[in-house]
């Protein structure tokens, strides 16, 4: 057991040797719990006290002198341990290097390290698979120059501000821990230790990491740019529909933009097929119903110029014309879907056509052509009843214009007439004439003005006023047709003509009918005069 006395033991800590050295056979523990201070211990303590004020245990108050005499067991311990080469003086190094049983033990005794012996410069726990917080009653060694830490599995946050007192400490060692990393703030102290005291010690950002971070953010973000932009590339090629309004080009459909507004060019949405135009019905992304009509081979070669002012025409009885698709693989018209039928349909099909309705139609067209020849007298067209579209409610809208259409005033005004009669006749020219027009033309004039019962469609169910307006029609028409008379004639004035018919047409209907219908005649002059 102890036959160490304590007055040895507490030599260890004091620069003076005066004492035998008695073997250490017991363990640290063992001698702990047995050994206690001899009673002149007060005194010794005192008197060393008074030779060199500056060892710890001088300064503290109130003096513990149990504590103080636990760690000059502790000393001598760690003295022998350590191998120091002459345990009765004072100590130079704590060497627990390897020591992993041990080490921790003597960690743990926080009253040693309160009273750390002044002569302490070196201190090595490393490779002990120390798994705790830093060490930091270590740190209480204030007079250290050397401090190793390495090879441990030490974890958290070095106290870095605790390093300040150690002003000696050159060489420090926190390599291989799992430290927090360290905020960079901390740059001084990193600078007092080059990076060899920090290797693989977590608390500098690892490098090989920094080095992929840095890859990854070179590499990673041009190509997230790269990516990006050829989405915005695509977007604006492929479905500019997908783009803000501002950034779209007006009028400007893409073959995707068709495909996916037509369901890939389904056969369900195919309406029409001739040699040269497919025409399908489709839905573009704002839920707009549109008129596909895609151009096959060579056909229509000034398509793209012509929708350039198509897309500019604005009028009540013109279709509108929503834009265009140019591309290698696709050239096509989009206009407005129109529900109802055309003009031809409407004539042979229905059932429901009066001479009312009619004239709403015939004055229609006239102020589209109005509309067409003030404001824009370059675009033609092609009056025909198959080319006239009707909305729900009988508004006509003229559809397939041509730019640059040279044909004259009064080939414009012979078309009209033609559609005229064919409205109040019911032939039609092309169909059941030999000679198309002119054999039509000649068939009415041979029965004007007598005989007019005999060719006037009976779907008109005319009374006799309204009987004596169609003749008068007809008479318009036939003036119109006469390629010789109807240069006289204005397209105002064959407006002025239809439209006051049709006031004076509808103002019989309210009349005859009950005041429910003028109601709605009311309702048809508002609609009119917008
Ligand atoms: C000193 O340490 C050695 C091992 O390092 C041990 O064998 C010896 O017993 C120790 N002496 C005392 C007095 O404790
Ligand atoms: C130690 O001795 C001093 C006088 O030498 C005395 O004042 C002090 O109270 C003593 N302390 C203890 C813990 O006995
Ligand atoms: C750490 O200790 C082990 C034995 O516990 C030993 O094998 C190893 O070589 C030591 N490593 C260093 C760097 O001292
Ligand atoms: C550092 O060393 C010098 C000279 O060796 C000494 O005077 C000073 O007290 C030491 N500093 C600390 C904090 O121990
Ligand atoms: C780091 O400092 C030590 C001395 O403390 C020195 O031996 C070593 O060469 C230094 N390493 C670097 C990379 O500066
Ligand atoms: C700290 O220890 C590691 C591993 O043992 C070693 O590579 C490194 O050089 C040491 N650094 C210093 C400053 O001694």
Redesign the pocket.
């Known amino acids: 057991m102890a036959s ?1 006395s304590a007055t040895s033991l507490l030599l260890l800590l004091l620069p003076i040797s005066a004492s035998i050295y ?5 363990s640290v523990i063992e001698d702990l719990k047995n050994l206690k201070p001899p009673h002149d211990f007060n005194s010794t303590i005192m008197k060393t006290c008074h030779h060199n004020p500056s060892i710890r245990y001088c300064s503290s108050s109130p003096v513990d002198l149990h504590e103080i005499f636990k760690s000059t067991i502790v000393a ?2 760690l003295c ?2 350590s ?1 120091n080469p002459n ?1 009765v003086e004072s100590f130079p190094k704590i060497d627990l290097r390897n020591r992993p049983k041990i080490a921790p033990l003597y960690l743990s005794f926080n009253f040693f390290w309160k009273y750390c012996p002044l002569s302490i410069l070196t201190i090595d726990v490393s490779n002990n698979s120390l798994e705790s917080n830093f060490p930091i009653d270590v740190l209480q060694c204030t007079q250290l120059q050397a401090l190793d830490l390495s090879h441990n599995d030490l974890y958290g946050d070095v106290p870095i501000e605790s390093f300040s007192p150690l002003a000696n400490l050159t060489s420090l060692n926190l390599s291989y821990n799992h430290f927090s990393e360290s905020k960079i703030s901390d740059a001084l102290f990193f600078k007092r230790f080059n990076s060899s005291s920090f290797l693989h010690s977590g608390l500098l950002p690892h490098k090989k990491k920094f080095r992929i971070k840095a890859v990854i953010l070179l590499v990673g973000f041009p190509i997230f740019v790269i990516l990006m932009v050829c989405c915005l590339g695509w977007l604006c090629f492929q479905r500019p529909d997908f783009l803000p309004r501002m950034l779209r080009r007006k009028y400007r459909f893409t073959p995707a933009m068709l495909k996916a507004a037509t369901n890939g060019f389904s056969r369900r949405n195919l309406k029409g097929k001739s040699e040269a135009v497919d025409i399908y019905r489709g839905t573009l992304r704002d839920d707009t119903e549109v008129r596909i009509e895609i151009y096959r081979g060579e056909n229509h070669p000034n398509l793209i110029e012509e929708c350039k002012v198509l897309v500019r025409l604005r009028h009540k009885n013109l279709v509108n014309v929503l834009g265009w698709c140019n591309n290698r693989r696709l050239r096509a018209i989009v206009t407005e879907w129109m529900e109802g039928e055309n003009l031809e349909m409407w004539l042979l099909e229905s059932n429901n056509t009066p001479w009312n309705h009619r004239l709403k139609i015939l004055t229609g067209v006239v102020e589209g052509m109005c509309y067409l020849q003030e404001e824009w007298p370059e675009v033609g067209y092609d009056l025909r009843t198959s080319s006239i579209l009707l909305s729900n409610n009988l508004e006509p809208r003229i559809s397939r214009f041509k730019i640059g259409d040279q044909s004259c005033r009064s080939r414009k005004m012979y078309k009209l007439g033609v559609l005229l009669l064919e409205m109040l006749i019911n032939r039609r020219p092309q169909e059941d004439f030999e000679t198309g027009e002119a054999g039509f033309l000649e068939y009415i004039r041979m029965h004007y003005p007598g005989n007019l019962q005999k060719v006037i469609d009976q779907k008109l169910e005319l009374t006799q006023n309204t009987f004596d307006q169609a003749k008068q029609a007809i008479g318009l028409g036939l003036m119109c047709t006469d390629v010789s008379s109807n240069q006289q004639l204005s397209l105002g004035q064959v407006f002025d003509i239809m439209s006051r018919a049709y006031q004076s047409c509808r103002v019989l209907a309210s009349h005859s009918h009950e005041r429910i219908h003028a109601e709605r005649g009311r309702g048809h002059k508002r609609m009119q005069s917008r």
């Open positions: 160490i008695t073997t250490l056979a017991a001598s311990h022998n341990e191998k345990c």
